[in-house]
């Protein structure tokens, strides 16, 4: 849980960003990005966060996925508030066959995704067998507030960030998709908010 001085520091790095014209510019940043920024590649982004009012990174990197052509952002709360009962999952998976790469977008939420992407998985993906997806891809893009103490060969659970979404590459693998390398955020700082934005677009825009 971030501390009233983490908030207020993490909206003014979110008050220095904009996004103009398609691209995103993050004020301090040695480097603005060329525009317009394009997905080369039909790309439907999930977004969940359990707590939204306390979602600084999380929105950060929506911000950052809504500032690329070609992308199409859903944000599962915004849509749904907090009823797991409430996904539509026939309109859900319509838009998803629309795209050819789906990225999820969440904060680490006890080793695992938020109650409403789980429910959007149940509800989106569960009544339909292998090959489900087939020629997809899959990107996983998640924020911790652990590090190496918790994280890695020498932390308490011994395994690294981009591991502990294993039933995610197997849902990926089951329906058919390519599930590419996630990319994680261990020790997430709103201060580094920008260079999470600048990696997020590199992804998208590859």
């Known amino acids: ?7 207020i520091k993490a909206g003014l790095v979110l008050g220095a960003a904009a996004v103009t014209g398609g691209v995103l510019f993050a004020t301090g940043s040695k480097t603005a990005q060329a525009a317009p920024q394009q997905s080369h590649i039909k790309t ?26 070609g992308v199409t ?7 749904y508030g907090f009823d797991t009962r409430a996904i ?5 998976r319509r838009i ?22 789980k429910a959007y998985l149940n509800d989106t993906w569960g009544s339909v ?16 507030a652990g590090g190496s103490s918790t994280y890695g060969q020498n932390g308490r659970i011994g395994v690294p960030l981009a591991e502990v979404f294993l039933p995610m590459k197997a849902s990926a693998l089951h329906a ?22 600048q990696q997020l677009i590199e992804r998208l825009t590859q």
């Open 73 to 79: 952002v859903r944000n599962l709360e915004t849509i």
């Open 96 to 117: 998803t066959r629309e795209h050819d790469r789906i990225v999820f977008v969440f904060p680490t939420h006890w080793f695992n995704i938020p109650p409403m992407m």
């Open 1 to 7: 849980m971030q501390s009233r001085r983490e908030v």
């Open 88 to 92: 539509n999952g026939d309109e859900e």
């Open 44 to 69: 439907l982004v999930i977004v969940s966060h359990p707590y939204p009012e306390r979602s600084v990174l999380t929105k950060g990197l929506q911000a950052a996925a809504e500032s690329v052509a």
């Open 129 to 144: 067998g292998p090959g489900l997806w087939q020629g997809k891809e899959m990107l996983v893009v998640s924020t911790a």
């Open 176 to 197: 058919g998709m390519t599930y590419l390398p996630p990319l994680v955020f261990e020790s997430a700082s709103s201060g580094r908010l920008p260079e999470y934005q």
